[in-house]
């Protein structure tokens, strides 16, 4: 049998090429929604690339100013250029009947993907656990919360149905497992996964978390 060329396979095992490739996933997705949040108040095509822009990097941004890092997007241009790209994409798809539900499912994608990037860039940095899952929050929501309020839409952090938590799942998970020493690859897949599933939830049949009891 010959042997698999170790070249195509080190991409898999290198956590740097594991963590690019979701945080390109995450900016993607998330600025996909922010354009699909532009079609629904019919904007025009510069309108749909700024809100793009800003949902797809507003979450990495804060992530990088709060740990003291260089910001990602200035520093690779591809970040903005994907941003670009996905709004042209929505603008170029046309009216459609299922946007508003395809912005729901893009929005649990970029809320998994971008709670366990958030939380392995703080690793990287030196972050202690907790703020890594404290980061990976921020950077899954914070992009959402500006598109919410551009859009004029009320903002995810508002919303009943599990949401915000599914990014603090992923984090969570994606911190336990690599606590153990769970390489990034599968802690990564695991706990995006594990994170999708949870919003999943929610969007399917309207999970949510107890609200404030009323005292009678």
């Not at 490739?21 to 904007?43: I, P």
Request: aromatic fraction near 10%.
């Amino acid at each position: 049998m010959t042997p698999i060329d170790p070249t195509l396979t080190e991409p898999l095992r290198n956590p740097e090429t594991v963590l690019a490739a979701l945080d390109f996933a995450g900016v993607g997705v998330f600025a996909a929604t922010g354009a699909l949040a532009a079609a629904r108040q019919k904007h025009d095509v510069v309108t749909f690339a700024f809100f793009g822009a800003i949902t797809g990097v507003g979450g990495g941004t804060l992530r990088d100013l709060l740990l003291g890092l260089p910001v990602f997007w200035v520093q690779d241009w591809r970040y903005v250029a994907i941003c670009l790209l996905a709004a042209v994409a929505i603008w170029l798809v046309g009216q459609r009947d299922w946007r508003f539900r395809a912005l729901l499912w893009l929005d649990a994608v970029g809320l998994a993907a971008y709670g366990v990037m958030g939380a392995a860039k703080a690793e990287a940095a030196g972050a202690t656990p907790l703020i890594c899952i404290v980061m990976g929050t921020l950077t899954a929501c914070f992009g959402g919360v500006v598109r919410d309020t551009l859009a004029g839409q009320p903002s995810i952090l508002l919303r009943r149905e599990i949401n915000v938590s599914a990014a603090i799942v992923a984090a969570t998970f994606y911190m336990g497992l690599r606590v153990i020493e769970t390489p990034v690859w599968p802690a990564a897949a695991v706990a995006a996964l594990t994170g999708f599933l949870v919003r999943a939830g929610a969007l399917r049949w309207g999970w949510s978390l107890p609200g404030f009891p009323e005292r009678n």
